[in-house]
């Protein structure tokens, strides 16, 4: 991919790479809001696309692709702490939903159904529901848990610092066992859907044909397990 005077050929960089682009993109949009649009995730991460290609000083091939892998990756981050993905109305769902997923299971013993949980919430189960499908968003560890008040954004020091991984984190205090202890214990269904999205990477409509549903459904279960997720891990 070079010119006939020898010079890298940008152009075809791009269009070699796009797909690339595209595919971290709908990756990671599977885990935002419905108010994100991938197309911004897209052109973001064509800029960290054509900055890695004007970076770049390695040999090419697989190694220029991992490396780019990351600028796009840190490009997109960037465009979604700008755009401040995470609205406070979002957290604040999500955290009554992790509150009521608490105090049901210590009352009960049991994990909690969604009926259960959208009584407990003063909720129909249609709305319920609905406010799942608005936590599309909600994550397994909010940024947020990783910073004090008087912090940078968790977001600038990820993107500045490679060697800050948000793995590292998860590796302390037992938090993995604790998270696998917590997998186990998920409802059949939303555990199916927690091992096919995030081990083998299934996006929520492959989800939806294996699993029979809508993606919107798969959606809610996604949103759902991470609820119960994380109100077991904040309870420890």
Known sequence: MYTETGTIDKEQFIIEYTP???????HMMAKLPASVMVDDLIQAGMIGL??????????????????????I??????ELRD????????????RQIEAAVRALEQRLDHPPSEQELADELNMSLEEYQ???????????????????DEEDHFLDRLCGNRENEPLDHLLEKNLRELLIEAIENLPP???????MHYEQEMNLREIGEVLGVSESRVCQLNAQAIARLRARLRGK
């Open 189 to 195: 269904r939303e555990k199916m859907v927690m091992g």
């Open 50 to 71: 054509m900055d890695a290609i004007s970076r770049y000083e390695g040999s090419y091939g697989r190694q220029f692709e991992s490396y780019a892998a990351q600028r």
């Open 20 to 26: 690339l682009v595209k595919r971290i993109a709908y």
């Open 130 to 148: 609905g406010a799942l499908q608005d936590a599309r968003g909600g994550q397994l560890i909010y940024y947020e848990d990783f910073q004090e």
């Open 83 to 94: 755009a401040d993905w995470l609205p406070r109305s979002l957290r604040k769902k999500m």
């Open 73 to 78: 990756r840190g490009s997109i981050l960037d």
